[in-house]
């Protein structure tokens, strides 16, 4: 069952969010993934696009928490900006069908167009970054995302590993190698 | 601009202390220094941050799949059997109220504290138990069990070991948190607190801080979770305290 515990404190939801909290994670997701449903399977939307709108909406906010990009003031409700998110998230999905079944696509002509070149390029490499992790090996995935993602401290993961620091710094940086040489 | 991909496990150390804001004043200042004159070291800087943004947006997408999961199966718990859907109408309401009332009854005579618990508690993941040695063999075996959520036969083997090294903080620390899966809280708590209070310093001492808070927070009292939850440097633990406030 949902249980429908509120956020006292924003400041101390958004240090959440910047340290991984995987407790905090799962609280907002699944409270607030009823919501994101109910308004894409009322308009005739499946299951699965609520999944994937929700989905990238958390990761939207995510994104901007990381990148400082969010405004926030001591009564802004981020359970209420996820679910704003995802909304906008469906309707640019709406309005996007809604393009693809009047006009006839033209791919040449899709170009996006940004401010600079900048973004285009950070965005390719995340995604190359993104890719390149998911073909790693899984004892490097699983390394990986205990230092970097659960911050797991080196001591601590060498005692739950049975093994020393020093031998998780050097796995860690063969790890951080392979990914690098798939970046470009 | 040439890229290189060549990095060293020392230079990755360092730009690892710069992302995180670990580096003294002394450090920083030579590091952006050397940001400003040389960009390929820039250029360097900069990949390695988006390499770990990568690592950590795939992560938390493969988290956000396994939280869908959860829905899914939490929903096909609720679901009616077949023998319902074949019911009329009134009788699918009733046993629809049934449920919502009984749900909702849940909800609201549950204490804060235990939900609060059911939220935060997720038993430790266990160590590794890869090393061939005669003398932890009997431990290795009750840790898988414990792994694979035995886990009442790994306390019992546990308590076995424990008899013969009661001083031991590992065997203390993980027959506390299996009492705690095993949803026994009381018996939890003497384990954990041996370990707490063990004069050396044991590198799980955050951990066992913030399981003993949440088993005292399980038990109703507050006052004793919230001083485990304070002396543990585990981020969950600032949440639970402030939710309690």
């Known amino acids: 069952m949902v249980k429908n515990i509120k956020f006292k404190n924003p400041t101390l939801f958004l240090d959440a969010f910047k340290n991984n909290n995987t407790n905090v994670f799962k609280r907002l997701y699944i409270e607030t993934y009823s919501k994101t449903e109910a308004i894409i399977l009322n308009k005739k939307g499946s299951v699965n696009l609520a999944k994937k709108i929700h989905q990238d909406a958390f990761l939207s906010v995510w994104m901007d928490i990381k990148n400082n990009t969010l405004s926030i003031s001591n009564d802004t409700d981020l359970e209420s900006y996820l679910f704003e998110t995802s909304k906008a998230k469906w309707m640019k999905h709406i309005s996007n069908e809604s393009v693809k079944n009047t006009k006839p696509t033209n791919k040449k002509k899709q170009t996006i167009i940004t401010k600079d070149g900048c973004f285009n390029i950070e965005n390719k490499k995340l995604k190359n970054a993104v890719k390149a992790y998911r073909n790693l090996k899984q004892p490097c995935r699983e390394l990986l995302s205990s230092i970097y993602f659960d911050r797991m401290p080196t001591e601590e993961l060498a005692i739950k590993l049975n093994t020393e620091a020093t031998v998780i710094k050097h796995q860690k940086y063969t790890c951080i190698e392979t990914l690098y040489s798939k970046l470009y | ?245």
Do not use: C
């Open chain 2, 1 to 245: 601009m040439k890229y290189t991909n060549d990095i060293t496990q020392e230079l990755l150390e360092a730009i690892e202390r710069y992302i995180k804001g670990t580096m003294d004043s002394k450090e920083l200042k030579d590091f952006n220094d050397y940001i400003k004159i040389d960009p390929e070291f820039k250029a360097q800087v900069e990949d390695i941050k988006v390499l770990l943004l990568g690592i950590e947006k795939q992560t938390l997408e493969d988290k956000l799949n396994e939280f869908h999961e959860d829905i899914i199966n939490n929903k096909k718990q609720l679901q009616p059997s077949l023998k319902v859907q074949f019911l009329n109408h009134n009788k699918l309401a009733i046993v629809a109220s049934i449920i919502v009332a009984t749900l909702s009854i849940w909800y609201f005579i549950t204490p804060k504290n235990i939900k609060l618990y059911d939220n935060y508690f997720k038993p430790d993941i266990g160590i590794n138990t890869n090393i061939k040695d005669a003398n932890s063999s009997d431990f290795n075996d009750a840790m898988e069990k414990y792994k694979n959520g035995n886990y009442k036969i790994a306390i019992d083997a546990w308590q076995i070991l424990s008899e013969r090294k009661p001083k031991n903080d590992t065997l203390n620390y993980f027959i506390g948190i299996a009492h705690l899966a095993n949803k026994k809280t009381k018996k939890a708590i003497p384990f954990l607190e041996r370990t707490v209070h063990s004069n050396h310093t044991f590198a799980l001492m955050d951990n066992a801080r913030y399981y003993l808070g949440l088993a005292y927070l399980k038990e109703g009292n507050s006052h004793l979770a919230k001083k485990y939850l304070k002396l543990s440097r585990i981020d969950s633990a600032k949440y639970i305290i402030n939710e309690l406030n």
